[in-house]
């Protein structure tokens, strides 16, 4: 069955530093996400992309994120100056149906800002 | 504004009860309403949506437009349902805090 893969799983960075956390969605997808999970705290919405632009995003995605697809298959979140708030586990999803499809999530990626 | 509710961060029964986790949401228009589920150690992944009205591993979930709730019920509950269960509105989800569902044998 395809799945959702995020690399890294763990992303160690220190404070400043440039991040990109990569995510192949599944290939036949066309609406991609982008969640983190602070720990103890809820999954928050981050951001949404089709047809190559953001669709919609959260007041969480500022200036410092940004998303791509840089070829057919991967999806990438960049933050530009690593926070230590940013810490987190990001997830990425994949869906064919924005509206009432199920999301597939991938297996987060773990940031730890230092 | 569209906000997600789930009352309990844990929930503990023994198995063979029954289980019912709450979900309370803030929606204007016509919601969309998931439970997710977290297994240890594995991916989020749906359990049921309101729309497909169906009953997968045992759960199902009545939206109830009045008390604005999506509360999720199983008659008796097995050791393998341990996991954490999210309630999401939307499409871009709005995830609810999650309750830690806990079977014990």
């Known amino acids: 069955e395809p799945e959702v893969t995020q690399t890294p799983s763990h992303q160690v960075t220190q404070m400043g530093q440039e991040v990109i956390l990569r995510c192949v969605p599944i290939s036949n997808h066309l609406y991609f996400y982008w969640y983190r999970q602070i720990l103890g705290q809820k999954v928050e919405f981050l951001v949404s992309?089709?047809?190559?632009?953001?669709?919609?995003k959260s007041e969480i995605f500022d200036d410092q994120f940004s998303v791509e697809r840089p070829d057919g298959s991967n999806f990438t979140l960049k933050i530009r100056s690593t926070k230590l708030e940013d810490s987190a586990m990001y997830f990425c999803?994949?869906?064919?149906?924005?509206?009432?499809?199920?999301?597939?999530f991938g297996p987060g990626t773990r940031l730890t800002v230092t | 504004a569209q906000r997600v509710t789930q009352p309990e961060k844990l929930l503990s029964v023994f198995k063979g009860a029954p289980v019912e986790l709450k979900c309370n949401y803030s929606?204007?228009?016509?919601?969309?309403l998931f439970w997710y589920v977290q297994y240890s150690r594995q991916r989020l992944q749906l359990l049921l949506r309101h729309i497909s009205r169906e009953s997968i591993k045992g759960f199902t979930a009545d939206l109830n437009k009045g008390e604005t709730s999506f509360h999720l019920k199983k008659p008796f509950a097995q050791e393998e349902d341990s996991a954490m269960y999210y309630c999401a509105l939307g499409g871009k989800l709005i995830f609810g805090q999650g309750t830690e569902l806990s079977v014990k044998p």
């Open positions: 999803a994949s869906t064919e149906d924005a509206a009432e499809g199920e999301q597939y």
């Open positions: 929606y204007s228009g016509s919601p969309e």
């Open positions: 992309f089709y047809n190559n632009e953001i669709s919609e």
